[in-house]
């Protein structure tokens, strides 16, 4: 069956996907979208990365919640601060923080979590991954900035994946 379907969730996805683009049922478009379904991810087998070590689900559920925690009061922190700005301009400031992750899925989810959080930006990685430069769209306290970082995204990715 892997042989065949290398993703069978990828592929019911795909299968969907198609359907819902061409606003179809016919059955012409139910078999090229399963052709589609079946190919896709056969041709893209080889580029799929191995998947990560995950050992503790329950940490990652509790980041995750976290995370979102996080998106809601950054999006309202960021709403209020572009509303503000006549008055108290934000005050945006690169930060560096050094980093303990060595693991590339630990990373990826890192970044894809500060993308995801408004008001903070992945700029720069350091070459030996040492080190993170994040843009902040407004700083009051560098130093508890990097803690919250630290105690609520790395240390559970770490956790999580090392």
Known sequence: ????????????GIFFGWLLLNNSLSPGQMLLGLAVAIVIPLLMAPLRPTPGPLRHWRKLTILI???????????????????RTGTRPPRGAFVVVPLELRDTHALAALAMITTVVPGT???????????????????DDEAAFIAHFKNDYERPLKEIFE
């Open 1 to 12: 069956m892997k042989r065949w379907l290398p993703s069978p969730w990828l592929s019911l």
């Open 65 to 83: 919640l976290r995370v979102g925690r996080d998106v809601l009061r950054s999006a309202f922190d960021v709403a209020c601060g572009v509303a």
């Open 121 to 139: 930006v992945w700029s720069e990685l350091a070459p030996d991954r040492s080190a993170l430069m994040l843009h902040v769209f407004d700083l």
